[in-house]
């Protein structure tokens, strides 16, 4: 049986390069793993629409049931975290804010990609998915001039063992299969 994971791409700016990153996470997985990109410019989700919070369960909107059910549908996700002025995108945030449930115990894998290999957007984001009960399970920094072009091309340094060593170690706390 193969083991489902989303490869989201959490920056939406029409420059962004996290469209390019996402992409080379997703090639780096390894046998077993159907990787599969997840775009938040095509989830498209309202800033905090639902009427009720997420806490509840009870999603009226059409963009969150959307969005529970491919979240729901993946056995784990990787996170391709942009840094933008020391933290993730706002679209994250609202996209993990959106769900509740979801969460409980779903493995995420978190790249982080900038200057420095966006280490504050990560560090950032490690309290807000643990309080979520996710599973965080960090992996490298892909860092501007040494791992990737600004225009988002891999280079030959790029941490491609590690990317895929982060595939196991997200596939290895899938409750399913632990």
Known sequence: MSTRIGVVITSTRPTRIGDKVAAWIAEQAPEGVQAEL???????????????QPAMGDYTQDSTKAWSEL??????????VAEYNGGYTAQLKNA???LYAEWTDLPIGIVGYGYGGAARAVAALEPIVLNVKAVPVQGPGLVFDQHLTLEGELLEAAPADEV?????????????LV
């Open 38 to 52: 997840v775009d938040l410019r095509e989830v498209d989700l309202p800033f905090l629409h639902e009427p009720a």
């Open 71 to 80: 979240v729901s549908g993946f056995d784990a996700l990787i996170l391709a």
């Open 96 to 98: 993990i804010d959106t």
């Open 164 to 176: 895929r060593a982060l595939f196991e170690a997200v596939r290895d706390q899938v409750p399913a």
